[in-house]
Structure formats: structure tokens, C-alpha cells
């Protein structure tokens, strides 16, 4: 081994010493604040911090560069080379030795992965998605932690480059919504809009600069999406999953697009559908 690399060896062995000092084998204060990032809506608000769990979500929490702020495992002396190396690119995070039976509580799998994180919260703000020929997603009142997952993951997988979420929704950092997007929710730039005048000001001013059509999708819809070709710059409006869109959200776009389906189903579920406007648009740019 070079002596570069013999360093770097020692580093992470003195690091995983120093473990045993960070204990938690009661459900402590320390212990309460992890469970309540994991839990609690209005703690991860106040905090600023989220709870991570699953190897694809930390890898991209940290690949996106987020500030890591604590790694919890619960055997040190059997961490895989993955692990070790997440320990060690993350040199500021409080690292935490807890008890397997308060691991395993918190850890939602079956099999529990070999270690849980926290990290602190991006603030995102309206200014920051700025784009010549852009695509936006609308999600009005998302109240299913799956589905907004999943759109959130086609979302990135499209390179959409923002999505507005209005209206009273689920957390987008609950953990069943990460999992659900595969970590790729460090990656997407989401805004969390206060009211509906801010959405109305935003749609206007794309509407100048980039001569912005606004579609909805509803299985009700006068125009079918096999009539119309999709194209940049866009905004899709996407409804609520039961109630779909609000009227007020109806009223701002330029057409309603309805999806052709067959089967005795008469419509689809609203990740499906948003999937497949978003490949429609994307395809013929």
C-alpha cells in the first residue's frame, strides 16, 4: 500500500475507534431527534434535516453533496467497503454507534441495511430554475408518498427542470417518498409553492420569456394526446390523485390532454400518467 493510501487506512481506523465514545443504547435525546426525523413532519421542517435509509438514497444523498450530518450503524467491525467509504467522504458527520435492537426499530426494511444517515436540507427557492426551453411539473395537493415518489423519479429521469408542488401535500421528505424516487429527489429541484398567485406570476412571466405552453392532463380532457404533439417549453399540470385538478389550476391551462386507454378502467394512476406526458414532451424535442 502506498503511503498516500496507509494514511487514508489509518484515518478511517482511528475514526471507527473513536466510535465506541458515540453510543446510543437507550432511546435518549439523540436518539428521540433520529426517530422524529424519520417520524415527525414538522420536526424535519424545524430541524432542517431528513432521515435516509437504503443504499441507492445514501449514495445519492451523498453523491448530490449534501451535508451529511450523521451516520448511525450499529456494527462497526462488519461495515462493507461502501460503507467505510461513505465514512470516510464524510468527514464532518457526527458518526453513531447504536444498540441493534433501536437500529432495527428504526429501520423500516426486514433485512436492515448497515447504516441509516440524516442530512441537512437543501433550501430551494423559485430563482433558482432558470431555463431557455424548459419543462415544469405542476403536482396539485400529491397525496400519496409513492406516487410522488415515482413522478419524482421520471421527473429526474427526464430532466425535467422543476417541479411546483401546490396545495396542502404530502412531505416530500418522508422517507417512504425518497425511497420512492430512488434517491433521485437530491438531484431535482422541487418548489413548494405558498399560494396560487406566485404560480400565476411565475406562468406569466414564462409565457414572455419562452412563449410557455400550460397543458393539464385529465382523463377528461377534450383533446386526446394521440391529436396533439408535445413540445418545449412546457408546464404539465398534474391532478390530485382522487379529486384531480383544482378549477382554478383547469382555468391556467391552454389545453386539457386526456390519455387513450382501453380495459375497464377509465383512468390511470397518476404517476403512470405523468411518466407518459413526460416522455410524449420529451420525444419529439
Given at each position: 500500500m502506498s503511503p498516500q493510501g496507509l494514511r487514508g487506512f489509518e484515518s478511517l481506523s482511528l475514526r471507527l475507534f473513536k466510535m465506541n465514545k458515540i453510543k446510543i443504547t437507550s432511546e435518549n435525546a439523540e436518539y428521540q431527534i433520529i426517530n422524529s426525523l424519520k417520524t415527525n413532519r414538522i420536526k424535519r421542517s424545524k430541524l432542517q434535516e431528513i432521515f435516509i435509509e437504503g443504499?441507492?438514497?445514501?449514495?445519492?444523498?451523498?453523491?448530490?453533496?449534501?451535508?451529511?450530518?450523521?451516520?448511525?450503524?450499529?456494527?462497526?467491525?462488519?461495515?462493507?467497503?461502501?460503507?467505510?467509504?461513505?465514512?470516510?467522504?464524510?468527514?464532518?458527520?457526527?458518526?453513531?454507534?447504536?444498540?441493534?435492537?433501536?437500529?432495527?426499530?428504526?429501520?423500516?426494511?426486514?433485512?436492515?441495511?448497515?447504516?441509516?444517515?440524516?442530512?441537512?436540507?437543501?433550501?430551494?427557492?423559485?430563482?433558482?430554475?432558470?431555463?431557455?426551453?424548459?419543462?415544469?411539473?405542476?403536482?396539485?395537493?400529491?397525496?400519496?408518498?409513492?406516487?410522488l415518489g415515482s413522478i419524482i423519479r421520471s421527473a429526474n429521469a427526464f430532466n425535467i427542470d422543476g417541479i411546483f408542488i401546490i396545495g396542502h401535500s404530502v412531505d416530500i421528505y418522508e422517507p417512504k417518498v425518497i425511497r420512492a424516487s430512488l434517491g433521485s429527489i437530491f438531484f431535482t429541484k422541487i418548489i413548494l409553492l405558498e399560494s396560487l398567485q406566485t404560480l400565476i406570476e411565475f406562468i406569466n412571466n414564462q409565457k414572455t420569456v419562452n412563449n410557455m405552453e400550460v397543458i393539464g392532463t385529465d382523463s377528461a380532457g377534450t383533446v386526446s394526446l394521440n391529436d396533439c404533439k408535445l413540445k418545449k417549453p412546457v408546464m404539465l399540470i398534474i391532478g390530485n390523485e382522487a379529486k384531480g385538478m383544482s378549477v382554478k389550476l383547469k382555468e391556467l391551462c391552454d389545453k386539457i390532454i386526456s390519455i387513450p386507454i382501453g380495459g375497464n378502467v377509465n383512468s390511470l394512476n397518476v404517476s403512470c400518467a405523468a411518466s407518459i406526458m413526460m416522455w410524449e414532451i420529451c420525444k419529439g424535442n
Open positions: 443504499i441507492e438514497c445514501v449514495k445519492q444523498a451523498v453523491n448530490s453533496n449534501m451535508e451529511i450530518t450523521r451516520i448511525i450503524i450499529k456494527d462497526k467491525n462488519n461495515l462493507s467497503n461502501w460503507g467505510k467509504n461513505i465514512i470516510e467522504n464524510c468527514k464532518d458527520s457526527k458518526i453513531i454507534y447504536m444498540s441493534g435492537n433501536l437500529f432495527d426499530g428504526l429501520a423500516d426494511k426486514t433485512n436492515p441495511p448497515e447504516m441509516l444517515v440524516t442530512a441537512r436540507i437543501k433550501q430551494q427557492k423559485i430563482s433558482d430554475i432558470v431555463s431557455k426551453n424548459p419543462i415544469f411539473i405542476v403536482l396539485d395537493r400529491p397525496s400519496d408518498f409513492g406516487n
